[in-house]
């Protein structure tokens, strides 16, 4: 029983989308941080792109990872953020 | 009815996101970005959250209460992230103050005076 | 042994939340249960290596269930209230482009470094504002998107958290 599917399908498409956007300022970004903050929103969307497959095929694995993959993610920008204060 | 509750969800936190992503752009400095981004990427997200909650209970309760897990997780996964993406951000403007950039057009600077006091 | 009593427990829970649905016993099998009670185990001796590392006091006043209740109550009343405020004011924001920023200081008074990172992370979440430094004195280094006044109050940035904050985890 699977309603729904072309919406999720449709919103997790959009959420690529962004994360390309985002990916442009990575690229751009005149600043390190600037970057940092980039790669910090890439990971919020990823998050919700893993919560959304996992509606939309109806598979729990999609959140376990989503969980760990926000708690990476979280230890992984507070080494960043700690790494560049530590080099000024 | 729920349908079109789900619809609306969906529907606000994919234009948060959107909004969230634009700040990237609009935007001048670094500080500035953050605001969109930390604020309107979490409510984006809570929203998407919300509409895969609802989804979920509203199968468990028609019958198919290996769906309830889904909404347990997505809790678990709303809750991290009001917890950890307010911390990620206040992570990066600090350490984009310490790396010696200043915001873009300030009016005033506090935090400028009190390194002076610490060095002295 | 309170230190690990408590990380046990809480551990155990999350373990229980994270499996809940794989089996017969009540909603859990009996293998995830075992698991969750070796692995409980092992989180709590390296939370208890931790807390003896930094050398902090565990504080106890957190346990208790009506602090609890008036989390939730801040959480779904006057913090989601804020947040939905600060979204459209930075949606706005976004879409016209008007900004004053600057850089202020306000100090919300609060004893433990818990209640400054709580108050910090809801600065963080409510209008126009983002907290960027704290010094040892709990004072917080707020950068505001539209400046009004150079030296605010505490309540001219987070209308009424610190109040409510106190009453949580102090």
């Given amino acids: ?88 | 009815m729920i349908m079109l509750i789900i619809y609306i969800l969906l529907a606000i936190g994919i234009i948060f996101q959107i909004l969230g992503v634009l700040s990237l752009y609009r935007f001048p400095d670094v500080y500035t970005r953050l605001h969109g981004t930390a604020k309107c990427t979490t409510f984006g997200s809570i929203f998407i959250y919300l509409a895969v909650i609802v989804y979920g209970a509203w199968f468990a309760f028609s019958g198919n209460p290996e769906y309830a897990v889904l909404s347990i997780h997505t809790i678990i996964i709303m809750v991290l992230l009001l917890v950890t993406n307010p911390t990620g951000a206040h992570a990066i403007a600090r350490a984009a103050y310490r790396s010696g950039i200043m915001p873009k057009g300030a009016v005033v600077d506090m935090l400028k005076t009190k390194d002076k006091v610490a060095r002295k | 042994m309170t230190v690990l009593a408590i990380a046990f427990i809480f551990s155990f829970l999350f373990y229980l939340v994270l499996t809940a649905g794989s089996g017969k016993v009540l909603v859990w099998s009996i293998e995830e249960i075992c698991f969750g009670i070796i692995f409980s185990i092992l989180t709590a001796i390296l939370v208890k290596k931790l807390w003896l590392s930094v050398g902090a006091k565990p504080d106890l006043r957190i346990l208790n269930p009506k602090r609890w209740a008036f989390f939730l109550i801040y959480a779904i009343g006057p913090l989601f209230f804020e947040i939905t405020k600060a979204n459209f004011d930075v949606a706005c924001r976004v879409i016209t482009g008007k900004i004053r920023p600057g850089i202020v200081k306000i100090s919300p008074g609060m004893k433990t470094d818990f209640g400054t990172m709580m108050v910090a992370n809801s600065i963080t979440l409510t209008p126009r504002t983002l907290a960027v430094d704290v010094d040892d004195k709990g004072n917080i280094y707020v950068h505001w998107i539209f400046v009004k006044i150079k030296e605010p109050r505490v309540e001219d940035i987070c209308s009424s958290f610190p109040k409510w904050i106190k009453r949580i985890v102090e």
């Fill in chain 1, 1 to 88: 029983m699977v309603l729904f599917e072309l919406e999720f399908m449709i919103i997790a498409i959009v959420l690529v989308v962004l994360m390309l956007v985002c990916f442009a300022r990575i690229l751009l970004g005149p600043t390190i941080p600037d970057r940092v903050v980039a790669l910090d929103t890439i990971n919020t969307l990823v998050i919700a792109f893993l919560v959304i497959l996992g509606a939309a095929f109806n598979a729990i694995i999609y959140i376990d990872v989503a969980i760990v993959y926000a708690l990476l993610s979280f230890v992984s920008t507070l080494f960043i953020s700690n790494y560049l204060e530590a080099k000024a």
